[in-house]
């Protein structure tokens, strides 16, 4: 194997390795060292790759993130209208709370950490005000055609208020409601309330 792909593949195993770790036991009671054993690598490749254990849980942070925000703009690309994309985004949501369900007290991790400790905090609310400026950009685009009591800024924070509820409701409780259609409904009540596509 060439030397790039090989040191590709290193990272890769680490990072995954170090996912199914810390969603089973948790962040703080993983080791280096327990990284390497799993992925089967040494300890010198782990720090020519990672120079702490905080920087793989924050690559593994901004890989999902980076996963769902490619799938927005996807989504953003297809469809004529803010309005409209922001309806189809919405069935993400269940499906993210259904792929994810195992990974979800990996992303508590991630709430909790972020809670303690300065980067980890930085690292996750700059991707939180990443999307609420994609959404308040999107929602911009049609306020010329249908004005709203809400500005875009504001509007945008519900929008992700919204989406983070439906996304804890559905690991606390999966089994109790398709949350990709709750998800609909609510950003659909949200649309309406803004003078978005009335007829919808």
């Known amino acids: 194997m060439p030397k790039q792909a090989r040191s590709i593949a290193t990272r890769q195993a680490l990072l995954q390795a170090a996912e199914r770790l810390f969603a089973a036991r ?46 927005l703009e996807a989504e953003m690309a297809a469809h004529d209208t803010p309005a409209q994309a922001l309806l189809a985004m919405s069935a993400h949501v269940g499906q993210i709370g259904a792929a994810n369900q195992n990974q979800w007290p990996l992303f508590l991790d991630f ?21 609420e400026n994609l959404f308040a950009e999107w929602l911009a685009a049609s306020w010329p055609e249908h004005p709203s009591p809400t500005n ?3 509007a945008a924070r519900s929008l992700l208020a919204l989406a983070l509820g439906v996304l804890l409701q559905g690991m606390l409780l999966p089994q109790e409601a398709d949350w990709g259609a709750v998800a609909y409904h609510g950003i659909l009540t949200l649309l309406r309330g803004w003078g978005m596509f009335t007829d919808l």
């Not at 089967?40 to 254990?53: L, Q």
């Not at 999902?64 to 799938?71: E, I």
């Not at 709430?111 to 999307?131: G, K, L």
């Open 111 to 131: 709430w909790s950490q972020a809670v303690r400790d300065p980067a980890v905090w930085e690292a996750t609310v700059a991707p939180y005000r990443r999307f």
């Open 152 to 154: 875009p800024r504001t």
């Open 26 to 71: 948790g962040y703080l009671a993983v080791s280096v060292d327990e990284m390497c054993r799993a992925a089967g690598v040494s300890k010198g490749a782990f720090y020519h790759h990672f120079p702490s254990k905080q920087a793989v849980f924050l690559a593994l942070l901004e890989n999902w993130l980076q996963r769902l925000q490619s799938t």
